[in-house]
């Protein structure tokens, strides 16, 4: 069991419970300013107790009806990517990479592609609907640490630093599959937002009866929100396991209020 009192990005025992939402409770760091929920996931899910979730129909109608939406912003993406280097013979991980799509996407950009996704319904799903296998292992395993040390020329993770457990750890195990020269692009939504901070002021003003989003931001389901970082929290953090920041863009007003970092790990 976690004690949650210890900050899970400075590591430091300075943590306290701050916001009590309806499911669960935020903690906020004093050494750092952290904020994250006292939850994590058990992995796999599937080994839970609860009944495994299987790809029915009306799963398999539901994640196709995301896809139009998903795929806007993925493409955008892959723009991003292709940017900063040619795809054609590069090997890319997407850590995250949900039904496929951007994995796809890199395929047909002519990369070789591996992809991590921990949800059983979306590796079937990525089968069946676009060809790609992806990996149920998550970035910690030895199937990872051992076998692609150094290996990848591009690292993606979209929307996924907020759901992981301990990003830190994730983006670290990242930096260690990353060839010398190599790139991790991501997106993550951003704390210092006017959202987030007008459901803080809410909170206060209310005696804690109204978190405004906070109450969406997060959840204890699997797979969900977990923790949000500052702009300046995650330059920080990347900046400290080595990598180099290439751009940053970090439009508050962008739908979602994502930040988007690019860096190499020179
Ligand atoms: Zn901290």
Request: proline fraction near 4%; glycine fraction near 6%; aromatic fraction near 12%.
């Amino acid at each position: 069991m976690y004690d949650f009192s210890r900050c899970k990005l400075c590591a430091a025992t300075a943590a306290s419970r701050t916001y009590e939402l309806a499911k669960t409770t935020v903690y906020a760091c004093s050494a750092c300013g952290f904020h994250y929920i006292s939850h994590l996931d058990s992995l796999p899910a599937e080994s839970t107790g609860n009944p495994a979730q299987t790809l029915n129909q009306k799963a398999w109608d539901y994640i196709e009806s995301r896809l139009p939406g998903n795929g806007k912003q993925l493409k955008k993406n892959l723009d991003l990517v292709s940017h900063h280097l040619s795809l054609t013979g590069s090997y890319c991980l997407d850590i995250g990479a949900g039904a496929g799509l951007f994995p796809r996407l890199l395929a047909d950009s002519g990369a070789f592609v591996h992809g991590i996704e921990p949800q059983g319904i979306f590796r079937e799903f990525a089968q069946r609907k676009f060809g790609i296998d992806l990996n149920e292992e998550t970035i910690e395993s030895r199937h990872w640490q051992q076998g692609f040390t150094n290996f990848f020329d591009v690292v993606t993770l979209w929307d996924i630093l907020e759901h992981v457990n301990f990003p830190s750890e994730t983006l670290q195990n990242a930096y260690n599959v990353t060839k010398p020269g190599g790139w991790l692009f991501l997106d993550t939504p951003r704390r210092d937002a006017l959202y987030y901070r007008i459901s803080e002021w809410a909170y206060r003003l209310s005696g804690g009866k109204n978190a405004l989003f906070l109450e969406s931001l997060y959840s204890p389901l699997p797979f969900r929100h977990k923790q949000i970082f500052t702009l300046r929290q995650l330059v920080q953090l990347v900046k400290s396991i080595g990598y180099t920041v290439i751009s940053l863009h970090n439009n508050v007003l962008q739908p979602q209020n994502k930040m988007v970092l690019v860096c190499q790990k020179l």
